[in-house]
């Protein structure tokens, strides 16, 4: 496969991650990053040897073919227009665009210029939730009737140096931290037909817990406490918790219960982690992993614990996907309904009324263990 030549705008915390795992994947091949602040750019360049460009000289760059969006959620929808109005096919950290009208302009450019708009999370590839997929499609728990997914902490601001987005509108945790549970979900279950949620926010400020800002305290200006009820057109039911505002809880991240049994999935946030089954109370059984190259640790958490980390995963999907002329699974339209599905839980929760969604997708091809080696380089 030829390779394609890769740019970067937004050089902060997560593109050490996509500068370091890139060489892991064929057929992409960073060549140059950009930001706003040329000096942030720069020392990313030189710590992973690529060039820098200016934004507008990686826009017009005759060797890039795709950029990657690694800007803060506010500018996703400015960042990736300007990529296809250059020709040049995208791929987005989440949550991709902020809304669905801005969703809906994407996908109107991008089938307009014939380019593929891609997006995280890839996480769902992971063979954590790969085995999962394999699990629900071959019935083993029987057909999905509801389930519960948590994702709670105290928050960003003790880890981020400039955690300021994730407590403005487009971030709190339904939009920062959703997208790997909604999109896991889609992938096992598929679409989402209808949502109602309440929220709230407990703390008006946060205080950054380090970095060169630590102890400046920032406002909070989005819900940080979430509890959403989704219903899927498969009928099933599922609560999604979701906050920045608890200390401490002892639920599993993410249970779904099947017609003849239950799976207990790890964290969607990380592709590895042991998949369980039980078909009573207090009877769960790992399900055996199958050989999934995504489930290997090959990194070490921030409590020092072994991951598996194969971020660029749905980059070099997409990237094959262009080459060989078949359809990415990190899809602008699985993209556009979990932004839909997002959005509406926070709309309920404002209006404190069920929001029906008007956009659905089909679930992305599930990813096996040989079509995840063959994208290796
Ligand atoms: N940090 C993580 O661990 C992590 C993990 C997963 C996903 N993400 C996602 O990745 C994205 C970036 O997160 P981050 O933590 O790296 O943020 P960050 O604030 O550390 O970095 C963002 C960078 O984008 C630049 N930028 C902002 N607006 C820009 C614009 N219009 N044009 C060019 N550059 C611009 C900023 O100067 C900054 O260097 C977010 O959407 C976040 O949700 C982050």
């Given at each position: 496969?030829?390779?394609?030549?890769?740019?970067?705008?937004?050089?902060?915390?997560?593109?050490?991650?996509?500068?370091?795992?890139?060489?892991?994947?064929?057929?992409?091949?960073?060549?140059?990053?950009?930001?706003?602040?040329?000096?942030?750019?720069q020392a990313r360049a030189d710590e992973f040897s690529v060039r820098t460009e200016t934004i507008?000289?990686?826009?017009?760059a005759d060797d890039i073919d795709i950029i990657i969006n690694l800007t803060i959620p506010a500018a996703h929808f400015g960042v990736t227009k300007q990529i296809l109005e250059a020709g040049k096919h995208a791929y987005s950290e989440k949550p991709?665009?902020?809304?669905?009208?801005?969703?809906?302009?994407?996908?109107?450019?991008?089938?307009?210029?014939?380019?593929?708009?891609?997006s995280a999370p890839d996480t769902f590839l992971g063979g954590a939730h790969q085995l999962a997929r394999a699990a629900i499609d071959e019935n083993m728990v029987g057909d999905i009737i509801g389930g519960t997914c948590h994702v709670m902490s105290r928050g960003m601001e003790a880890w981020h140096p400039n955690p300021d987005f994730f407590f403005q509108p487009g971030g709190g945790p339904v939009l920062d931290l959703g997208p790997y549970?909604?999109?896991?979900?889609?992938?096992?279950?598929?679409?989402?037909?209808?949502v109602s949620a309440m929220a709230s926010a407990s703390f008006m400020?946060?205080?950054?817990?380090?970095?060169?800002?630590?102890?400046?305290?920032?406002?909070?200006?989005?819900?940080?406490?979430?509890?959403?009820l989704l219903e899927f057109h498969n009928g099933a039911l599922i609560t999604l918790g979701a906050s920045w505002d608890v200390c401490a809880h002892?639920?599993?991240?993410?249970?779904?219960?099947?017609?003849?049994?239950?799976?207990?999935?790890p964290d969607p946030n990380f592709f590895g982690g042991e998949v369980l089954q039980a078909k009573q109370v207090d009877d769960p059984t790992e399900i055996t992993p199958r050989n999934h190259p995504f489930s290997i640790s090959n990194a070490k958490d921030g409590q020092g614990n072994d991951r598996a980390n194969y971020r660029c995963a749905g980059l070099a999907d997409m990237a094959a996907g262009i080459a060989a002329d078949r359809p990415h699974r990190c899809s602008l339209e699985l993209?556009?309904?979990?932004?839909?599905?997002?959005t509406a839980i926070l709309q309920s929760a404002e209006s404190r009324q069920w929001v029906d969604t008007v956009t659905t997708c089909d679930r992305p091809e599930p990813l096996t263990p040989d079509q995840a080696r063959a994208l290796f380089a």
């Open positions: 496969m030829i390779d394609f030549g890769v740019g970067i705008i937004g050089c902060g915390n997560i593109s050490a991650s996509y500068l370091k795992l890139a060489p892991l994947f064929r057929g992409i091949d960073v060549r140059a990053v950009a930001d706003l602040n040329m000096e942030t750019a507008a000289g990686l826009l017009a991709y665009v902020l809304t669905l009208e801005e969703g809906e302009a994407l996908r109107a450019l991008a089938n307009e210029k014939g380019l593929r708009v891609g549970y909604v999109t896991n979900l889609v992938q096992l279950i598929g679409p989402v037909k209808s400020t946060r205080t950054i817990g380090i970095g060169p800002r630590e102890g400046e305290t920032v406002p909070v200006e989005t819900p940080t406490n979430i509890h959403a002892r639920h599993e991240n993410m249970e779904l219960y099947g017609s003849g049994g239950s799976l207990y999935l993209a556009t309904h979990v932004v839909e599905v997002m």
